[in-house]
């Protein structure tokens, strides 16, 4: 097996994909950043150079380290441009058929050797990585958002991947400075099997009269010291995105608590996305959040 | 605001030589029972007894869902046998008034508490929302999802959080998840809050000595 020295990273338009991309391309790594969305990979490029910047500014890199990682990007929309890549991460959203169309495609693009993989948070490796034509390199790689930031990422093996695919992947991710922690190919992973029937039980919770969305943050922060509560989590995940994950969830495992509470889906029929539509299960305007 | 405590036994929300017991006075306007046996007294501008993990109604009795007086229930929110946290859950019933939430919540926040207000149901909020959490971190370990440390690892690296799931529900005590669990799962009937093998393996030991 080849060393990893160049990595592809697919849905690199979006938030995740481009902060894949700078974890990678921040560790010594070439990066080539692929999205058929020409606008939202341009807006990528603009917001890493701005990240960048940043780093600049606080201290956290110099201006020659900045020059140098800018130097290993580059972006396309062209997948061919993924041919020589060793390592190719998607970061494309959480629809199994399109990344299992992904994997098939790119397995027509790159040599052999080239491991796939997969940033979803939801969906079974075992099954993205099915027909793709090279299942034994095939690995679950989920970053936190937002990846630039946040160490941690879940490792899983599918039930085809070999072990020494694992291995290469395992050491990529510490070679990047991230901290790994594996899990088995079961849905949700760790992260997710917690938190989203979790979330489920804080909506319902609030449908049910328990307490208003304030005092069951107060109580969850207070009580066990977390910095965030959990309706304030939901509402910066997105109560679509809650929805999704829902729908992602509840037919691989039929956990009741997986299923979308009524609540959830009023709020997002009546616009209240969270922190994005300005309500969720609170108000923001501005910086100052309001009970609702 | 002042406060009168009739104690019978140990308190887990004020243990032995906490500062909020000595603060106490004699025939004040908030009356608290820390295990006592409550005696309803309009003239008072709130009573408070202290909850396990039973309802208020139990105490006050209930009314077609119009039940409520100047009386309350709460609970200072501690996992286990860990030092009490500074969150008070205040019980309220539907039609509890609203000057003795009032007070009681004054009260409690002079003396340095935070106060989540929440309705009588089983668990209140946190062992409501949390129980459900631990047990599937359990299960998930029983089913070698991952190791205990990587979950919890998981957890504090991913979400921020002080600690796991895994270590916190160990130094709460399985034992105690497992009487926690064992009556949610009394009041609710489902599968969420049914105890899990390591708490009924951990409560089976306890027995055995």
Known sequence: MTEIRKVGICGAGGTMGAGIAIVAARAGFEVVSYDQRGEALARAVKQTDGFFAKSVERGKMTDGNREAVLTRMSSTTDLEALADCDLVIEA???NLEVKQELFGNLNNICPEHTIFASNTSTLS??????????????VGMHFCLPAQ???LIEMSPGLNTSEEVFNLAW???EATGQIPVKTQDKPGFILNALLV????DVIRAVEAGVAEPADIDKAIKVGLGYKMGPLELID????????RLCESFYPVTHDPRASAPPLLRRKVAAGHLGRKSGRGFFTYDGNTMFGA | MHYTIDLSGESRSFPTGDPF????????????????????????AAILIELGTECLGVHTGENAGEEGSNVLGFSRYRNGDDAPSSLIELVRQPATLASAIEAAQTMFESAGFEVALCSDQAGRIIDRLMRPKYNDALRFLDEGLATAKDMDLTCRMGLGYPDGPIERVERGGLGHHYDVTKSLFEIYGTSAYTPPRRAVVAKQRANLK
Not at chain 1, 197 to 200: K, S, T, Y
Not at chain 1, 236 to 243: A, K, R, S
Not at chain 2, 21 to 44: E, M, Q, R, V
């Open chain 1, 125 to 138: 490796i075992t099954q993205i990585a099915s027909g793709c034509g090279r299942e034994d390199k095939v």
């Open chain 1, 92 to 94: 494309i959203f959480e």
């Open chain 1, 197 to 200: 029937p979790f979330n489920n």
């Open chain 1, 149 to 151: 930031l946040m160490k």
């Open chain 1, 236 to 243: 910066l995940i997105g109560l679509d995105t809650q929805i």
């Open chain 2, 21 to 44: 017991l000595k603060s106490a006075s004699s025939n004040a306007d908030i009356a608290i029972y820390l295990g006592a046996l409550f005696k309803p007294d309009d003239t008072k």
């Open chain 1, 171 to 173: 050491n990529w991710t």
